[in-house]
């Protein structure tokens, strides 16, 4: 004789499998923790969430409000920088650069003043390295190992075999303005301008388009400030040296 069925209980069916597992994700497998009430901002409020950085890159210093400058040399797009302004600055630069993890090519006549700079951080090639003009290899820069090529090669700086691309920023530093500088900044995606004469001044302004204002500061601009421009974008940047950096470079300078 067959066992009887037992009927199924008034109501609901046994729940599924794919609806046990799911009560079991709600409820933490049986784990509860802390509960908490829920948080919620306005609208209005999200605004105060905003950091003070912008991008991300290597901070190079303080705006005029205080708030931290910050260089983007790390991109996916060919990327052109034309610094006028003095060595201190530009090795600050690549210092910080290579901080980011950037490897850093240093093509250069001054050898010299690199070469200790080099050699005191005692990171080898694979974070700084210093060539002879027209020196640099191919880098084979990617997005997990980005570089910035530095070319300091005096007041008329030959092309270069290293250009830009993709995760490869080229920084050209000019000691002063020169001949080929208007072509270099029409070329440039950004360029800073430290403390130059007036002349230098009024040419500059002409070929970045800058108010009168801007033009009359640079002959006074103090050492370690730079202004920096891009399309119609300007900002002054005071770069101010770690103790670190003060031990390896000295205090900040416009001439060297």
Do not use: K
Not at 160 to 175: A, C, H, I, K, N
Not at 177 to 197: D, H, M, Y
Not at 217 to 223: F, G, K, V, Y
């Amino acid at each position: 004789m067959s066992a009887p069925t037992l009927p199924t209980p008034s109501g609901d069916a046994a729940p599924s499998t794919a609806a046990r597992v799911r009560q079991q994700l709600r409820s933490g497998f049986g784990l509860l923790g802390p509960r908490h009430p829920r948080h919620s901002l306005t609208l209005e409020s999200l605004r105060e969430l905003a950091l003070p950085i912008g991008d991300d890159g290597v901070v190079i210093g303080v705006d005029a409000e205080g708030r931290p400058a910050v260089l983007g040399v790390n991109r996916p797009t060919p990327y052109d920088i034309v610094f006028i302004g003095g060595l201190w600055s530009a090795q600050v630069i690549a210092l910080r650069a290579a901080a980011t993890g950037a490897r850093v090519a240093v093509e250069t006549g001054r050898a010299e003043a690199w070469g200790q700079l080099v050699r005191a951080l005692g990171v080898g090639p694979s974070g700084m390295a210093v060539y002879d003009v027209g020196r640099v290899p191919p880098l084979g820069a990617s997005a997990g190992s980005p570089v910035l090529v530095v070319r300091d090669c005096g007041m008329r700086p030959p092309r270069g075999r290293v250009v830009s691309g993709p995760w490869q920023s080229v920084l050209t530093v000019l000691p002063y303005l020169s001949p080929v500088a208007p072509r270099l900044i029409r070329q440039a995606r950004l360029v800073g301008v430290q403390r130059v004469s007036p002349d230098e001044a009024t040419q500059i302004g002409r070929s970045l388009g800058l108010p009168s204002g801007d033009v009359g500061s640079l002959p006074s601009l103090a050492d370690g400030v730079t202004l920096w421009c891009a399309d119609r974008d300007r900002q002054y940047v005071m770069t101010q040296a770690t103790d670190a950096e003060t031990g390896l470079l000295g205090t900040a300078r416009r001439m060297d």
